[in-house]
T-cell receptor
Framework: AQTVTQSQPEMSVQEAETVTLSCTYD???????LFWYKQPPSRQMILVIR??????QNATENRFSVNFQKAAKSFSLKISDSQLGDAAMYFC?????????????FGKGTKLTVNP | DTAVSQTPKYLVTQMGNDKSIKCEQN?????MYWYKQDSKKFLKIMFS???????INETVPNRFSPKSPDKAHLNLHINSLELGDSAVYFC????????????FGSGTRLTVV
């Protein structure tokens, strides 16, 4: 079974600075998808970024980018120019590309605090 | 327009009661899910339906019974509620075979007293 590990329960960053959240995963599959979700205090789960394992290019969405290292099974999220609205729980998630294995497996999350 | 809507958003009830949470999606997705988020924020899948067919049934007490009348709706009924059932329950939807992330509802905070 696949597992996702987020080793940083909490992180903090100064407004306008850059922060990197770590995620590692364990799988024997070669084709899969990885995601970062944001959960602000409002509780809503918001998709931040998606990475396809067969693409070597790292995904980018505005101030959010990932460092995907397939051999190391690592998938970190970099937030540039941090804003107060980035304060939230961030969850890393794995989804198999194998047919019939569509469930998202989540890490335990990292709580990000943004200091003004 | 809300893409995945859950009702109610908050639910406070006494132990032993039976309650239901409803979920509807208007995204045309073929698969819907129920996730439970515990007090430590850990998200774990409970059930998944694809076109009204149950395809994922994790180790969940049989007091929890999902029902999908059509592919746009997935409800969760809980019998004989216990204190340990207190959590946030999320409904989500996606296309089964396209590798996209899920779209989540806003969650239902269930408190059993």
């Amino acid at each position: 079974a696949q597992t996702v590990t987020q080793s940083q329960p909490e992180m903090s960053v100064q407004e306008a600075e850059t922060v990197t959240l770590s995620c590692t995963y364990d799988t024997s599959e070669s084709d899969y998808y990885l995601f970062w979700y944001k959960q602000p205090p409002s509780r809503q789960m918001i998709l931040v970024i998606r990475q396809e394992a067969y693409k070597q290019q790292n995904a980018t969405e505005n101030r959010f980018s990932v460092n995907f290292q397939k051999a190391a099974k690592s998938f970190s999220l970099k937030i540039s120019d941090s804003q107060l609205g980035d304060a939230a729980m961030y969850f890393c998630a794995y989804r198999s590309a194998r047919g019939g294995s569509e469930k998202l497996v989540f890490g335990k999350g990292t709580k990000l605090t943004v200091n003004p | 327009d809300t893409a995945v809507s859950q009702t109610p958003k908050y639910l406070v009830t006494q132990m032993g009661n039976d309650k239901s949470i409803k979920c509807e999606q208007n995204l045309g997705h073929d698969t819907m899910y129920w996730y439970k988020q515990d007090s430590k924020k850990f998200l774990k899948i409970m059930f998944s339906y694809n076109n009204k067919e149950l395809i994922i049934n994790e180790t969940v007490p049989n007091r929890f019974s999902p029902k999908s009348p059509d592919k746009a709706h997935l409800n969760l009924h809980i019998n004989s509620l216990e204190l340990g059932d207190s959590a946030v329950y999320f409904c989500a939807s996606s296309f089964r075979d396209r590798g996209y992330g899920y779209t989540f509802g806003s969650g239902t905070r269930l408190t059993v007293v």
